[in-house]
């Protein structure tokens, strides 16, 4: 069946430390791989997303991800977290000229002060 | 950025009424909106997905009798969840796609958090 899947359901850091959340996908085919964040109380965001091209993408608020298609990831980093990045994190995948979005449980990120 | 709105933000109602969930975009056309359900600490799942002016396709699962979608308008979507019961409590988000800027990205409501007493 097709999946998307955060491994990594909470993740507890300091400020100032990096960040690596993963995601991988079962699907076969072309996919549309989607990062979104949602800060506490608010709705999602995109954070960054890739189509085609340059594999290692560059998203908002210092965020990017890199898709390794051999490997069905499509993992987000950040070198160096803040407190303000205190929030829930989802993965989402869609084929090719699809119109849904299937996405991952979620990675809690809480970063200490 | 594209702006999409869901009212109510929060609604309680008792077992056995209707309760109607209002998606807008506010600053573009969204000829595709999508309704998903999150249960606590877990993903988004779709509900359905509609285009203005047809028919909502429902995922497999969904009862389209119970939670009746229309998108009326190119700014405006409705889900309703008919005959509610305790079951049906869930947050209830809507997303848009439109004409605005890249049309493969969804813009995501602040959601609907629905309590069947």
């Known amino acids: 069946a097709q999946s998307v899947s955060q491994h990594n359901h909470h993740v507890i850091l300091s400020e100032a430390a990096s960040l690596e959340l993963g995601c991988n996908y079962s699907y076969g085919g072309t996919v549309n791989l989607f990062w979104y964040v949602q800060y506490p109380g608010q709705h999602l965001q995109l954070l960054l997303k890739?189509?085609?091209?340059?594999?290692l993408v560059k998203g908002i608020k210092g965020f990017e991800a890199e898709f390794i298609k051999s490997k069905f990831s499509f993992n987000l980093r950040k070198p160096s977290v803040q407190w303000s990045d205190t929030a829930e994190y989802f993965c989402a995948v869609r084929l090719a000229g699809a119109n849904n979005l299937f996405f991952g449980t979620g990675t809690r990120l809480t970063v200490i002060p | 950025g594209a702006v999409v709105s869901q009212h109510p933000s929060w609604v309680i109602c008792k077992s056995g009424t209707s309760v109607k969930i209002e998606c807008r975009s506010l600053d573009f056309q969204a000829t595709t909106m999508f309704w998903y359900r999150q249960f606590p600490k877990q993903s988004l799942m779709l509900m359905a997905t509609s285009n203005e002016g047809s028919k909502a396709t429902y995922e497999q699962g969904v009862e389209k009798d119970k939670f009746l979608i229309n998108h009326a308008s190119l700014t405006l979507s409705t889900l309703t969840v008919t005959s509610a019961h305790p079951e049906d409590s869930s947050f209830y988000i809507c997303s848009a796609r439109g004409d605005r800027g890249n049309t493969d990205t969804q813009y995501f409501g602040p959601g609907t958090r629905l309590t069947v007493l």
């Open positions: 890739y189509f085609s091209g340059d594999p």
